[in-house]
Every structure is written in structure tokens, then in C-alpha cells.
């Protein structure tokens, strides 16, 4: 299922689609296969759904084929998913122009699992190597990672550093490191993935439908040429340039200084030795002392992708209601087409509800700040009611 109003809107967002598959639990079972990306103030936007027994070759097939049918295939585009076998396996099969990254959260899971000597200090290091952006950062955060476990570097050198880390990668991944969006529209369905396959698909189309109304709003009451994402990171870096010193190299090249660091600022290039700039294609806070000291306006170095333009224009296409069964017009060969149950027999027992954690993972529980004791908090805590 891919929506008109996708569809129209994909062109407007970043080229990233994030797609994950997670388990349904209606009696027959199944998977929910997803796609999604973000729009210009970094909502989630949903693209295509596709039920299918399980996360297998023949799956991942169909669903792809059928997506790119759908969506077609843009310039610099990336996917980003966990380390699924058949995913990987498939995705190398229709989409070999494009880059293929993996889910940052994915792979920490996995060295948890592998080296758990020192598992709970990876957290910190690993995600500072995949975020990196420059090579020496990227070398700072691998040693810390050495310090640890030796094991670690040749682990993640086998996997790929361009698979997971930013500065590495071979196309731009901007701030989606993870496949959390995926995971959040997974948590919002959670109630719909206990219904038949019509009830969730309808339930679907109306969370798009919500999302749609409600994102659309918020961009037609936004007053400003980007949207609050971009417009946060923008006041964040010129609050970062203003104990900068600029230097003038030639017409479009600087020298940009604080206390024993310099990078160099190329506006005709839109580069700057710190990579933010050309990774993220938003003014770092070295562009942004540049042109502040040139009287420039940054905001015309700034990406499509953060504009209120943009915005709306993700937002241009509007999810209709499913009307009454009787205005149907169903074709005549999908009239004539019986839908049988799958061929599969319906496990006894209740149907799971919750995925199964890692062995790393810790249940967390509330500790009440009255009385010290775990799983509730201070307002419903039974001694306070006692005391009152």
C-alpha cells in the first residue's frame, strides 16, 4: 500500500527511506513490512506497508519491486535498514544503484551481544565514531572503542566502516544514523497490528491521514524560510561562530580560527574542512562566521530539504477517506478473486505482544523519589496516599 499523497510528497523530503519489518499479532500471524522517511522539520513520513508471512527472499522481493515501481529511484539516494539477511541480500538485487547503510542501534546491539566483557561502556565511543565527522574524530572514538576490546575494530572493519559510519559513507546520510523513525512508526501501529489485514490497512490510512492534516497545519502556521529543525540548527551554529576569527584566503576561500584550531571555508563549493557543511548541506558555525563577516545571508546556503518550501510541498497531497462500500468501483477481475486464509496453522496459545529483548537489555523500572522502592512513582505512591 503506497498513497497517492506519498508518493507526490517523497520528492520534497531528503533522499533517505528507512525500512524495517516488524511481526503482527492477529491469529494467522505475519509481518508488516514498512518504508519511511523524514520531512523537512524531521517528522516522521510514512511511504509504503506491505504484509507478508515473514521477513524472507521472496518477501523482500515483491516489496521492493513493487516500491520502486511506486517511488522510482533518485540521485544520491540511500537506504538504511538492520542487517537482515534476505533485506541485504534483495536490496543488493533491485537496487543496485544505490547506497545501502545500516541502522547504528542494529550493530551496537550486535558487539553487546558478541563482546559483553565491557558492554555497557560501548554506548558512548561507538555512537561517537558513527557520528563523526571527520576522519580524526572517527580515530579518536575507534581507540577508546580499542581500549575495550581489541576484538572490536576488526569486527566492524569486516561489516564495513561505509555501512554505519557517517564520514565513511558513501552517500549522505544527513542526521538519520539509526532506523529509530522506523521503530517509532512501528510503536504507533502497535494497537492495529492485532487486527485482520483490512482493519490495519484502513487503520494505516488514517494514521497517514492524521499526519498528514496535522504536519501540514503546522507548516502553513510556520513564518519563517526554514522549518524549526532547520531554524534551530542554523541559531545553533551562529551562536558557535560569534568567537570565531575569519581570515580571507582568495574570493570564496577563508581561513576560520578558534584558540589553536583553523578550518578552511570554501562558499563556492559549499565545503569546509569539518565536513558539516557539505554532509549535512546546512552553513556549519565556521560558514556562518564567513558570511556573517561578508555580510551574507546563510540562508540561501542552506538545503531544500529544511525549507518551509519543502514543507508544504511534502505535504501537497491529500489522503482521502475510504467512502461507503456501496460508491466502490471494483474491477471486475478483482471481483472474481477469492481470498483464501494462508496456508499456515494458527499457534495455540496467546499471541506474543512484546519482541524478545537481548540478553543485554534490563527491564527499567519507575523508583518513587518518596519512598525509594521500583515500579511506581510519587504520585501514586500507596505510603504518601497513607501519610495524607
Known sequence: MALDASIKGWGACRPIVVVDGTFLKAAYGG??????????????????????????????????????????????????????????????????????????????????????????????????????????????????????????????????????????????????????????????????????????????????????????????????????TGEDILLKNYTYSLNLEVKATTDYLFEVIRMKESWEVDLEKRTCTCNRFQIDEMPCGHAVAVMREMNMDPYTYCSDYYTKKNWLATYSGTVYPIGHQSEWEVPEEVKNIIVLPPHERVKSGRPKTLRRKAGWEKDQHNKCSKCGELGHNKRTCSRRRRRE
Request: proline share 3%; glycine share 4%.
Open 31 to 228: 509481518t508488516l513490512l514498512c518504508t519511511c522517511t523524514q520531512d523537512a522539520a524531521g517528522h516522521i513520513f510514512p511511504l509504503a506497508f506491505c504484509v507478508a508471512d515473514s521477513e524472507n527472499d521472496q518477501s523482500w522481493k515483491w516489496f521492493f519491486k513493487k516500491f520502486k515501481e511506486a517511488y522510482g529511484v533518485r540521485e544520491h539516494q540511500c537506504l538504511i535498514s538492520d542487517r537482515n539477511e534476505s533485506l541485504i541480500k534483495t536490496a543488493r538485487e533491485i537496487y543496485p544503484e544505490i547506497a545501502h547503510s545500516y541502522c547504528g542501534y542494529h550493530i551496537l546491539s550486535n558487539l553487546k551481544t558478541s563482546f559483553k566483557q565491557h558492554a555497557a561502556k560501548y554506548n558512548l565511543p561507538f555512537f561517537g565514531a558513527v557520528k563523526a565527522y571527520t576522519e580524526k574524530q572517527f580515530e579518536f572514538h575507534m581507540a577508546e572503542l580499542d581500549g575495550l576490546d581489541k576484538r572490536i575494530r576488526p569486527y566492524l572493519k569486516k561489516i564495513g566502516y561505509e555501512k554505519w559510519s557517517r564520514i565513511h559513507s558513501q552517500n549522505k546520510r544527513y542526521s538519520t544514523m539509526t532506523s529509530n523513525i522506523s521503530e517509532s512508526l512501528n510503536a504507533a501501529n502497535l494497537a492495529a497490528r492485532e487486527l485482520p489485514i483490512t482493519t490495519l490497512l484502513e487503520c494505516l490510512r488514517a494514521l497517514v491521514q492524521q499526519w498528514t492534516h496535522t504536519n501540514r497545519t503546522k507548516a502553513h502556521n510556520t513564518f519563517t524560510k526554514l522549518s524549526p
